[in-house]
Every structure is written in C-alpha cells, then in structure tokens.
T-cell receptor, first 116, second 117 residues
Framework: DTGVSQDPRHKITKRGQNVTFRCDPI?????LYWYRQTLGQGPEFLTY????????KSRLLSDRFSAERPKGSFSTLEIQRTEQGDSAMYLC??????????????FGPGTRLTVL | SQQGEEDPQALSIQEGENATMNCSYK?????LQWYRQNSGRGLVHLIL?????REKHSGRLRVTLDTSKKSSSLLITASRAADTASYFC?????????????????FGKGTHLIIQP
C-alpha cells in the first residue's frame, strides 16, 4: 500500500498561466476527492468522483477549475488563467467506496501552488 | 463554507498531560471524523465515529459524539511531543447521487496543539 500520491509537490507559476495537478489514489479505491486548503483554514471540498463519474462539481471555485478521472484511476485538477488568490495547498483523497455511505478518506501529501 | 468549529483554536500543554479538543457543527451528519495535520503536510486520519455511536476509543484517543448538541470531543491521553500538530474535525452527510451516496467532508478551522517537553 503506497498511499495516495500527488504530483508535483510544489508548483510556482505566473498569474494567467494554466496549471495541472495529478493525483494517484490508493489502488483499490473507487472514490476520489479534491480539496483546497489555505493558510490557517481547514480543507475545503471541491469535487468528488465515484470511479470515472464526477458526482459533485458544484463546489469547484469557478469555471476556471476543472477535474477529470478518465479511466477511474488517477485524476487531474486543472486551473486555467491562474490568479494570486488560487495560491493554496491542493489536497487529494481517496476512499474504498464499496457501500453507499461515506467511508474513511485517506489524504495525499498535497500540491502547494504559488501564483506570482 | 466551514461547518465545524473547533475549540480552542490553540492549546499548549506539558508532555504527559491530557489534551481535550471540542468540535461543534451545524447540520445533521452521517459521520464525524478527526484528522491530524503536521506542519505543511497532508492529513492523517485518526478516528471515525458514526452518528449512531456515542463514544469510540483508539489507543490513546477517545472521541465522543453528542448529536443532540451537535458536538464532539477528542481526548488525547498521556500526550507526547510527537502529538504536536493541528487537529481537525470533519463531517459528512449522505447525499443521494445515482451510483453513490457519499459526499465531501466539511472541515473546521482546526485546533493547533503544542506539547511542551
């Protein structure tokens, strides 16, 4: 069990550029979640996949944010036309998702984004 | 938006003492979970308590849940320097989607715990 991995761990970009982050969940996990965490706050839920289906995306912060999980394994989170306010830690989590109720989510180390 | 509110925001105690953190939330929940986060790192899951449970233990951790008061507490006994971290409570609700009934977690702002050696 290698745990949830995220790549890159750090990303520095200039305002207006697009960035893409990758998350590899624990291999047998069906559910995958994206969160954003700013300094001094708890994580904020962004979106969620059950296998390849994106079941919740209304809480993505704006239409500049999008996520995919094309084959139900790894996922990508893209931010277009980045703004300084997008600077934050982006966390990915996964869970087994074998039953209809919520289960324990396991988090990756996060990708820290800095927008200059 | 944040649902949970941890109290206190910061707590400093001596090694060996017990640490108690509280969490209050606003809406009905399915489960409540506690996570630990060391500075600048990812979150580590500590314990999950379901809405029909009142108390749960795991090693030096004891969690209680009072759904009538919409509150939970996390007790760490015999604290160690390595327990220094931020602690978050997180709640979830069951949402009916076709194909799945889970939803993202809603976190509080956390309690920053410092254990003095």
């Amino acid at each position: 069990d290698t745990g949830v991995s995220q790549d890159p761990r750090h990303k520095i970009t200039k305002r207006g550029q697009n960035v893409t982050f990758r998350c590899d969940p624990i291999s047998e996990h069906n559910r995958l979640y994206w969160y954003r965490q700013t300094l001094g706050q708890g994580p904020e839920f962004l979106t969620y996949f059950q296998n390849e289906a994106q079941l919740e995306k209304s809480r993505l912060l704006s239409d500049r944010f999008s996520a995919e999980r094309p084959k139900g394994s790894f996922s990508t989170l893209e931010i277009q036309r980045t703004e300084q306010g997008d600077s934050a830690m982006y966390l990915c989590a996964s869970s087994l998702g074998l039953r209809e109720w919520a289960d324990t989510q396991y988090f990756g180390p996060g990708t820290r984004l800095t927008v200059l | 938006s944040q649902q949970g509110e941890e109290d206190p925001q910061a707590l400093s105690i001596q090694e060996g003492e017990n640490a108690t953190m509280n969490c209050s939330y606003k809406t009905s929940i399915n489960n409540l979970q506690w996570y630990r986060q060391n500075s600048g790192r990812g979150l580590v899951h500590l314990i999950l308590i379901r809405s029909n449970e009142r108390e749960k233990h795991s090693g030096r951790l004891r969690v209680t849940l009072d759904t009538s008061k919409k509150s939970s507490s996390l007790l760490i006994t015999a604290s160690r320097a390595a327990d220094t971290a931020s602690y978050f409570c997180a709640t979830d609700r069951t949402v009916e989607y076709s194909g799945g009934g889970a939803d993202g977690l809603t976190f509080g702002k956390g309690t920053h715990l410092i254990i003095q050696p």
